[in-house]
């Protein structure tokens, strides 16, 4: 399986999970932290993926979501966005709505 595969199964397996630089425990940049931090205070459950382990990581999820920045959070196979637009969907009330889905 190739990269790009893998990084199809993991969004279609895990309910929630977030592209990321560094992981949920030792996030290494703000917009990834502000995210972590987000999904942290709904408690939320889900995949993090670091990728800074390998920079093909990035080139291959950007080819599959059309996406150009990290972190990158998906819910139920869908790309909701980046640090800017899960903070607005936190700050609006509808992040909560859509996490609410995954269950």
Not at 29 to 56: A, R, T, W
Not at 62 to 80: A, R, Y
């Amino acid at each position: 399986m190739d990269l790009k595969e893998t990084i199809v199964k993991d969004i279609q397996n895990n309910q929630v999970i977030l592209y990321m630089k560094g992981t949920k425990d030792m996030p290494m940049c703000g917009f990834s932290n502000s995210v972590v931090q987000i999904l942290n205070h709904y408690g939320v459950e889900y995949k993090d993926v670091n990728v800074l382990e390998d920079p093909m990581i990035r080139v291959k999820l950007s080819e599959h979501s059309n996406w150009p920045t990290i972190p990158q959070l998906f819910v139920k196979g869908e790309l909701i966005g980046g640090a800017d637009i899960t903070k607005e969907l936190h700050e609006n009330g509808s992040l909560l709505d859509i996490l609410d889905t995954s269950k």
